[in-house]
């Protein structure tokens, strides 16, 4: 089966000698196009880590990355900005628009990092901002929108390159239950119309039955997998 | 889209405050470089108007504007008739002053009335009663020759000796005025623009034999007490000759009364002659020292003037290099400011250059800005000024080359700030 992001036996280690800390300890990950993959696990449990080795922020101690079939890190040196820009969309806790830019400008920046400027950019940007239902506060900057809004056009945003993969900190943390849950909702019909796979950290745990698959880490490591066919229907999958 | 210019436009009030901050500082930056260019060009500008190519003065001086110098009226004649002059114009120079009312500037009567409150200013309580004395430079030249009045801008020139005078607008006579100047008054009959000497005291225009009589006409107590001692000293001959001894005592106070001298000839050269080899064939003369027009400015640059020129010129790069300091932490702080953005669009994938472009073109624009407006102020507040203070375009393009220089240098701090915001720092926060 093919994935759009596999990690084998993920290894990520800082410091050395005596200081030397084992954040992620071989970790294996799948991630199926459409799918809607949460990561669950206390503080230092090595989420934040997994993520930014996701994003190709860090680079992982040992260990393989495939993005959409390609080993990131087969000794070959590649741009991982130019990857990043062009394979991975970014949805954050507090929306991080850029304040300066409106609304349709922040969704107009991944386009015109990839190159697409002009009319077809404003069209896709706008039909983004359509599509997440915020496409009357285009012209809008970040300080006037709500966090729903602004969540939104960050949504919108990570979605301007067309990435295979979205990765997603906390994206309902920064919103009330109800916000939250529509969020949610609508990550799950992108991953599900778009194809696009989403990756979720959260501590969330109302949220778990909107995801198809959880999986919790503890101390570096899967302790537990769960999908949408074994979850019990109301009670929250995995709990703190 | 210019993430630049965004920036700037969402924090407007920020980056103009900054922009009118720096510009006024570069405003005093140009407004010194136009007091320098006012000093050279005060300097100069007796030398140029009067359109001489060289200057004879007496031996072993260094000319009429920086030190004494004196020498027989007739000497021009002798001048005229070497191959390649032209004209040869004799000329009288020298300071005179009027007393009159005092007329304290603004600037004056804040410092005095800080005085008054007891704080400590460069003015004392009492400076300002006292009555001001204005110094002129008085030319006297012969009508029709070279060194009467240029640049007229009302009123008329000097024909003939008729107790006229020309003086320059800044003098603050009016045409029709009468002026005390020695034992005589004096017509005011026209009015030149900014013809200062090198003091920026303004020029009076008259004719040779009344500026003589001006500026070297013994004090009539000297004379009699000098035709008592004359008198005395032909006695004996007296008790031999009465009548020859009378006059001889006559001749001798005549003879000290005479101003019949000059302090320069001003040489004309015709077209395609060497100044260099006529200087060279006057300085063959007798008792005659002989300058270019280039070097009689060079003179008063680099002698009476040369200390303050450079103690100007020092503080305006020390301004210049302040302005960079001041650009450069505004950019910082305005980097601080966007750490968070900056990380985000290193996380979005945005390439390096792109965002220390960013920083980059703030900076400069933030130069070029502050450099415009300072210009414009600059330019604006230059007619209050109480000398001449001339910046030019010029100026203001050589400032906006090295302010744009001082701005990317200034901006090196700040881009290295952005270059160590780490990507990560927005996961997991």
Do not use: C
């Not at chain 1, 909107?210 to 769960?226: K, Y």
């Not at chain 2, 510009?23 to 006012?38: F, K, P």
């Not at chain 2, 002798?78 to 500037?105: F, K, Q």
């Not at chain 2, 502050?370 to 330019?379: K, R, S, V």
């Amino acid at each position: 089966m093919e994935y759009v992001v596999q990690a084998e036996k993920l290894v990520k280690t800082y410091g050395e000698g005596h200081n030397r800390v084992e954040v992620l300890k071989g970790l294996d990950l799948a991630v199926r196009p459409g799918e809607l993959f949460a990561i669950m696990g206390p503080s230092g449990s090595g989420k934040t880590t997994l993520l930014n080795i996701l994003g190709l922020v860090i680079e992982p101690t040992e260990g393989r990355l495939r993005l959409g079939g390609e080993d990131i890190y087969n000794g070959k040196r590649r741009d991982l900005q130019r990857l990043r820009r062009e394979r991975i969309g970014f949805i954050f806790q507090f929306a991080n628009l850029i304040p300066f830019l409106t609304a349709r400008e922040n969704v107009l920046l991944p386009l015109e990092l990839i190159g697409v400027r002009g009319r077809q950019a404003v069209q896709k940007g706008m039909e983004l901002l359509d599509y997440l239902e915020v496409a009357d506060r285009a012209e809008h900057l970040p300080e006037q929108l709500s966090g729903g809004e602004r969540q939104r056009v960050a949504i919108a945003r990570a979605l301007a390159n067309e990435p295979r993969v979205i990765l997603a900190d906390e994206p309902t943390a920064s919103l009330d239950s109800e916000r939250g849950l529509s969020v949610m909702r609508l990550l799950r019909k992108l991953s599900s119309e778009r194809g696009t796979a989403i990756l979720v950290v959260t501590h969330d745990t109302r949220m778990i039955g909107e995801v198809d698959r959880v999986i919790r880490l503890i101390d570096g490591q899967v302790v537990d997998e769960v999908t949408e066919s074994t979850a019990p229907s109301e009670q929250p999958v995995i709990q703190h | 889209m210019n993430l630049a210019l965004k920036d700037i436009n969402y924090h407007r009030f920020k980056f103009f405050s900054s922009v009118a901050g720096v510009s006024q500082l570069l405003m005093v930056v140009l407004a010194i470089g136009g007091i320098i260019r006012g000093v050279i060009y005060d300097s100069a500008i007796i030398i140029t108007e009067t359109g001489a190519d060289l200057w004879v003065v007496e031996k072993g001086t260094l000319g009429p504007f920086a030190e004494l110098s004196r020498m027989p009226e007739d000497y021009y004649h002798a001048i005229e008739v070497i191959p390649g002059v032209v004209e040869a114009s004799p000329l009288v120079m020298a300071w005179e002053h009027v007393v009159r009312p005092p007329r304290p500037t603004p600037l004056m009567k804040f410092m005095y009335r800080n005085a008054v409150l007891g704080t400590k200013t460069m003015v004392e309580p009492g400076w300002m009663d006292v009555p001001m004395e204005q110094r002129f430079v008085v030319i006297g030249s012969k009508p029709g020759r070279i060194g009467g009045p240029p640049r007229i801008i009302a009123g008329r020139g000097i024909e003939a000796d008729n107790y006229e005078i020309v003086a320059d607008a800044k003098a603050g006579f009016q045409l029709g005025e009468r002026v005390r100047l020695g034992y005589h008054d004096y017509t005011v009959v026209g009015l030149t623009n900014n013809m200062v000497g090198l003091t920026a005291d303004p020029v009076i225009y008259t004719t040779l034999k009344e500026a003589q009589q001006i500026l070297f006409r013994p004090d009539p107590d000297l004379l009699r007490d000098r035709r008592r001692r004359f008198q005395q000293q032909f006695a004996q001959a007296a008790t031999i000759a009465p009548r020859l001894a009378d006059g001889l005592a006559y001749q001798a106070s005549t003879v000290a009364e005479d101003t019949h001298f000059i302090n320069a000839i001003a040489v004309k050269l015709e077209p395609g002659t060497s100044p260099d080899a006529v200087a060279q064939e006057i300085g063959r003369w007798k008792r005659l020292e002989v300058y270019t027009a280039p070097q009689q400015v060079n003179l008063q640059l680099m002698g009476s003037n040369r200390l303050i020129l450079l103690q100007l010129s020092l503080f305006r790069v020390v301004l210049v290099l302040i302005a960079g300091i001041i650009i450069g932490l505004i950019i910082y702080t305005f980097t601080l400011d966007k750490v968070k953005e900056i990380a985000v669009l290193k996380l979005l994938g945005t390439p390096g250059r792109r965002i220390y472009g960013m920083i980059f073109q703030q900076a400069i624009l933030m130069g070029v800005l502050g450099t415009l407006l300072g210009g414009a102020l600059e330019l604006a507040i230059e007619p209050f000024f109480p000398r001449r203070v001339e910046a030019t375009y010029g100026d203001i393009g050589q400032m906006l080359v090295a302010m744009t220089v001082v701005a990317v240098l200034a901006s090196v701090l700040a881009v290295r700030r952005a270059m160590k915001v780490d990507a990560q720092s927005v996961l997991g926060t």
